[in-house]
């Protein structure tokens, strides 16, 4: 096999590492936060209790202490650390870039979509795909499908032969799909509506396509898209997975029975493209991964209180119109949310009753940062009109932290009374 298509032969610098074999020894099976704080044990021998951070962009051809790293833009042994803890904490094969971006980026190159769904969501990710037809010069070829289309092709292919979904394999040259990607965003930002994942599996499975789920802002305690029959999951590093607001990143997890074929391609593809993360952002990450369960389950459990707050003002007609959190018995996605979510989103949007209440609003704010992005151990609002017009400007967006809640609550409440 040529190194195009991802060559496993052992002086590969792009072959797929597996967890480490000192995992695979354990006599019992290992859960949660002990993933996150053992997931890349016996990756690399070191007397350091912290994992060491390595800076050398070349190494020693040859030397055992190398780990057969040659250079870091095709592999470097913090990222195959850090990569095996997201791997296992998601279940699947993780391959990290540089930014969320452009791991969708990555993903679109490899795949090389010409019909495509994409679920109302990020906009970056339909602006990646035109900025790849147009350097491709697909042009007119591109095809973006709507959900009337897909629900016409799920009836259309109902009673055709298919292949199970977790055999999904790379189109051959010749090959006419259906549907070549569909590309969910699943709980949205910033409403947090869910999709029905099961449901575009099927559809995946009718039509050849490949099914990403974007699942940032619930991020793997929140929710298991690989269980629903995704192929993909992809998360913005930079959000919850890194969680203190100080590194830029993106991880794509490719289903385990994909890994000879889907993982070794973005591996190969990566160390052409570049779109490594640095040796510091890398190390940050794996530091953070330390505590993701710990913080993760606080953020939670403190936006589900802020929430309640937040409906019990509504109810009251305290300025409050609306609250959009899936927890929500009048969220359009409340049912979806019992499906799949295991804990509630730690961000979610609020709408006050007009645009100079909601600005008012955040400038009064004295422990909450009025500034965009989410995920972090800090509490943000963010008047998110400001970036994307086609929201109401009367909506706030609100990432929780890790503060008291209480605390919280006393800092929305005197904000609401100054918001004019």
């Excluded at 965003?185 to 449901?199: A, F, G, K």
């Excluded at 830029?248 to 994909?258: A, E, Q, W, Y």
């Excluded at 052409?272 to 993760?296: C, K, P, Q």
């Excluded at 403190?302 to 409050?320: F, N, P």
């Amino acid at each position: 096999m040529s190194s195009t298509n991802g060559s496993m032969n052992d002086g590969s610098p792009w072959k797929v590492h597996h967890p480490s074999s000192k995992l695979s020894m354990l006599p019992f099976p290992i859960y949660g936060s002990t993933i996150e704080c053992h997931g890349d044990d016996g990756i690399e021998v070191t007397g350091d209790i912290a994992p060491p951070l390595h800076l050398s962009t070349t190494f020693i051809s040859g030397a055992p202490e190398s780990y057969g790293q040659v250079y870091s833009r095709m592999d470097n042994v913090t990222r195959r650390r850090v990569e095996a803890v997201l791997g296992a904490v998601e279940g699947g094969q993780a391959v990290t870039y540089s930014s969320g971006l452009s791991a969708v980026t990555a993903l679109i190159n490899c795949i090389k979509p010409r019909r495509i769904y994409l679920d109302a969501g990020y906009h970056g990710v339909k602006d990646a795909v035109k900025l790849w037809s147009e350097r491709q010069n697909v042009g007119g070829k591109l095809e973006f499908f709507t959900w009337e289309q897909c629900k016409q092709l799920y009836d259309q292919e109902k009673n055709k032969s298919h292949t199970n979904h977790s055999l999904w394999r790379p189109a051959d040259a010749e090959e006419e799909r259906t549907l070549d990607l569909i590309w969910l965003e699943s709980p949205n930002n910033p409403y947090t509506t869910l999709v029905d994942i099961e449901w575009f599996a099927e559809l995946a499975a009718r039509t050849g396509a490949c099914l990403a789920v974007d699942s940032t802002l619930s991020s793997p305690l929140g929710q298991r898209p690989f269980e629903h029959g995704a192929h993909v999951v992809m998360h913005a590093l930079t959000k919850y997975l890194s969680g203190h607001s100080d590194l830029l990143g993106g991880v794509l997890i490719v289903h385990p029975s994909l890994s000879d074929i889907l993982t070794c391609k973005l591996l190969a593809e990566r160390s052409i493209d570049g779109a490594v993360m640095g040796s510091l952002e890398t190390w940050l990450l794996l530091r953070s991964m330390r505590t993701f369960s710990l913080r993760i389950r606080r953020q939670c459990q403190t936006a589900s209180i802020i929430v309640q707050w937040l409906e019990q003002q509504r109810v009251d007609g305290h300025k409050v119109k609306k609250v959009h959190h899936p927890s929500l018995e009048s969220h359009p996605s409340h049912s979806l949310a019992a499906r799949y979510l295991r804990l509630p989103p730690a961000t979610f949007s609020f709408e006050l009753e007009s645009e100079s209440q909601a600005t008012s609003f955040a400038r009064s704010l004295i422990l909450c940062a009025q500034a965009t992005s989410l995920g972090g151990v800090e509490t943000l609002v963010d008047w998110r009109y400001q970036y994307d017009t086609s929201v109401s400007p009367a909506l706030l967006r609100v990432s929780i932290g890790v503060e008291e809640a209480e605390d919280l609550i006393q800092d929305f409440e005197q904000a609401l009374k100054q918001a004019k």
